[in-house]
């Protein structure tokens, strides 16, 4: 995997008949690729050369968000908080579409280094960037960077869920008709409405989720999944035992 650069799962690997591989990818493209290995046209042929081209350009990239994410990770462990910004900076400049080095960017300033003026600036920054984008995930994501994680005791409190009601507002007309994205993005709008002090607004959002999510056809492991973490956030938020079809959750112990 690592010589070939493969990083994703499942992959497939064809070897030919002079022992060569002939065809490194998802296996979903075998049912094309392999008639035309087993006749001897594809090794040869001009597409099989762009198809390799463009798996190595994808997995040079791979490979070198896995060595700064290597590095952020070993500069966080011996708090080298300059080597750790550096590196994030890095990555938020050579991969402007990964949500992970702007999370790794707050999380690092706010949680770690407890910096909570450079923290708002960064979270400032994730915000203008998932609103220029108008992407559900992205605003999901700097929702729960500014209300799941951290002490938030030393930022402005009042900007903080001013920018909160703007991301939530966004992300509820942009909600898409996919359950899992559906599910995720309601835990982090019930969140902010949670932490707000509307907390019916956010039981209204989990219960709207659970019937969205319940309806839709998924796996019955994978909907178990999330209809449980939805019942879950909506049994703390209620203070009760909450049931939806065959599940029932009870409240959490209070401590």
Same mark, same amino acid.
């Given at each position: 995997?690592?010589?070939?650069?493969?990083?994703?799962?499942?992959? @497939?690997?064809?070897?030919?008949? #002079?022992?060569?591989?002939?065809? &490194?990818?998802?296996?979903?493209?075998?049912?094309?690729?392999?008639?035309?290995?087993?006749? *001897?046209?594809?090794? @040869?042929?001009?597409?099989?050369?762009?198809?390799?081209?463009?798996?190595?350009?994808? %997995?040079?990239?791979? @490979?070198?968000?896995?060595?700064?994410?290597?590095?952020?990770?070993?500069?966080?462990?011996?708090?080298?908080?300059?080597?750790?910004?550096?590196?994030?900076?890095? %990555?938020?400049?050579?991969?402007?579409?990964?949500?992970?080095?702007?999370?790794?960017?707050?999380?690092?300033? &706010? %949680?770690?280094?407890? #910096?909570?003026?450079?923290?708002? &600036?960064?979270?400032?920054?994730?915000?203008?960037?998932?609103?220029?984008?108008?992407?559900?995930?992205?605003?999901?994501?700097?929702?729960?960077?500014?209300?799941?994680?951290?002490?938030?005791? %030393?930022?402005?409190?009042?900007? /903080?869920?001013?920018?909160?009601?703007?991301?939530?507002? /966004?992300?509820?007309?942009?909600?898409?008709?996919?359950?899992?994205?559906?599910?995720?993005?309601?835990?982090?709008?019930?969140?902010?409405?949670?932490?707000?002090?509307?907390?019916?607004?956010?039981?209204?959002?989990?219960?709207?989720?659970?019937?969205?999510? #319940?309806?839709?056809?998924?796996?019955?492991?994978?909907?178990?999944?999330?209809?449980?973490?939805?019942?879950?956030?909506?049994?703390?938020?209620? *203070?009760?035992?909450?049931?939806?079809?065959?599940?029932?959750?009870?409240?959490?112990?209070?401590?």
């Amino acid at each position: 995997m690592d010589a070939s650069l493969s990083f994703g799962v499942p992959q @497939a690997f064809v070897v030919d008949r #002079d022992g060569s591989i002939a065809f &490194i990818g998802d296996p979903d493209e075998l049912k094309f690729i392999l008639p035309r290995v087993i006749d *001897g046209s594809w090794r @040869a042929s001009a597409e099989a050369k762009n198809a390799e081209s463009e798996r190595i350009a994808e %997995g040079e990239l791979d @490979a070198l968000e896995k060595a700064l994410l290597r590095r952020i990770r070993a500069a966080t462990e011996i708090e080298d908080w300059k080597t750790t910004l550096s590196a994030i900076e890095e %990555g938020i400049n050579l991969f402007p579409d990964s949500i992970n080095f702007h999370q790794w960017h707050v999380g690092t300033l &706010i %949680g770690r280094m407890r #910096d909570m003026d450079a923290g708002w &600036i960064a979270l400032g920054q994730f915000a203008r960037n998932a609103i220029e984008r108008n992407s559900e995930d992205w605003l999901s994501a700097v929702l729960e960077q500014l209300f799941g994680w951290y002490d938030y005791s %030393g930022l402005p409190s009042a900007e /903080r869920f001013s920018m909160g009601k703007e991301l939530s507002e /966004r992300i509820l007309r942009l909600y898409q008709q996919q359950a899992l994205s559906r599910a995720d993005s309601s835990l982090s709008v019930a969140l902010y409405y949670h932490e707000s002090g509307d907390n019916g607004r956010a039981v209204d959002v989990l219960e709207q989720a659970l019937k969205f999510v #319940d309806g839709e056809s998924l796996p019955e492991v994978e909907k178990e999944v999330w209809l449980l973490q939805l019942l879950h956030t909506l049994a703390e938020y209620k *203070g009760e035992q909450v049931c939806h079809g065959k599940y029932c959750v009870p409240p959490p112990k209070q401590p």
